[in-house]
């Protein structure tokens, strides 16, 4: 095959070549490189649903091979028949699958440590068998250890501004302050933080993150703005855009994965997508926390707020604001 600038290269050194203009070009370009690609994209996904909601630099870092290379500094050093040929050996450096159609640049801000990737599966089969067990693991032992010191570091503060809690509507004809605090023990079910019976206070820091929180088709919704008039110690589990120590890199993939971001996949009492969340609740709790501020799982960027275990009175540390309905 006739080559621009490669005549005297061979077939074997031509591919390695082009994988260095290739990964040139992307560099140049993103700063960044191939996290996955549409087949490996799923499970990405799955682990990671955190990042998927929250980074925008992931969200918009698609595009299809084609693409890329028609618009890649190759045009100008391959021909197109080489372009088409050394392509094909193009693979993806998270599954190993041919580069034939999209694929996402993107690095997470941290390095992930390798055990923290081998423990998201260890740690979700322990959680289905036996999750009473589960600081028989390192890495949940490793989590209480970092919460328990970041509990003895904290100190209380202030919600700034306010914040949105939902309610169907159907059975809340003149809503009050009292119709949002948290429910009785015995209509409590097992929640992303609280155990069955354990009643929490869900709260979120924008109204249309409340209502997607919440919302089903066909039904009505109260949403209470609500200011909170108390100091709370509170673990923060929101995605970051860096994290530097040992502690802020568990906390970030903490905060990103499958083990605390993990949305609802059903309806019902037991919840195994929330097993490692409630554990986290009971590791912050027992560290003298109050609150967690975590990510939303239904609405992009959005923020929550749950309060662990709040008073059974919401009057000695909530003001009512006011209630709009929606839709």
Same mark, same amino acid.
């Given at each position: ?86 392509? !094909? ?49 390192? +890495? ?27 309610? !169907? ?65 509170? +673990? ?61 799982? !239904? ?29």
């Amino acid at each position: 095959m006739r080559s621009k600038y490669f005549e005297e290269n061979t077939e074997e050194e031509r591919v390695l070549i082009f994988q260095d203009y290739f990964d040139r070009d992307l560099e140049s370009f993103f700063s960044s490189r191939i996290l996955c690609c549409g087949k490996c994209h799923d499970e990405f996904n799955a682990r990671w649903p955190g990042t998927v909601s929250h980074d925008v630099e992931l969200q918009y870092g698609y595009m299809t091979i084609d693409d890329f290379l028609r618009n890649s500094r190759v045009q100008d050093d391959f021909y197109p028949e080489e372009i088409e040929r050394f392509s !094909k050996s193009l693979t993806c450096p998270n599954c190993g699958s041919v580069l034939d159609g999209e694929f996402w640049i993107y690095e997470h801000p941290f390095d992930v440590p390798p055990e923290f990737s081998d423990a998201l599966d260890e740690i979700a089969g322990l959680a289905s068998r036996a999750p009473f067990l589960l600081l028989t693991h390192a +890495l949940a032992r490793e989590v209480l250890d970092v919460i328990v010191a970041l509990g003895v570091a904290a100190l209380p503060q202030s919600v700034v501004g306010t914040q949105f809690r939902a309610r !169907k509507a159907a059975n809340l004809p003149s809503p009050a302050l009292t119709d949002f605090g948290a429910p009785p023990a015995h209509l409590v079910a097992e929640g992303r933080y609280n155990h069955a019976g354990h009643g929490m206070i869900y709260l979120a820091a924008a109204e249309k993150t409340a209502f997607a929180e919440i919302a089903t088709p066909g039904d009505r919704f109260h949403v209470a703005e609500i200011s909170l008039n108390t100091s709370l110690k509170i +673990l923060d589990l929101q995605p970051k855009p860096e994290a530097e120590t040992p502690a802020e890199i568990l906390i970030q993939c903490l905060a990103r994965s499958s083990l605390c971001s993990a949305p609802r996949t059903g309806e019902g009492w037991v919840r195994r997508e929330y097993v490692f969340t409630r554990f986290v609740a009971d590791c912050a709790i027992y560290a003298g926390f109050d609150a967690i501020s975590y990510g939303s799982t !239904k609405h992009p960027s959005g923020a929550n707020l749950v309060l662990l275990s709040p008073a059974d009175d919401v009057a000695t540390f909530a003001s009512l604001i006011g209630v709009r309905t929606l839709p």
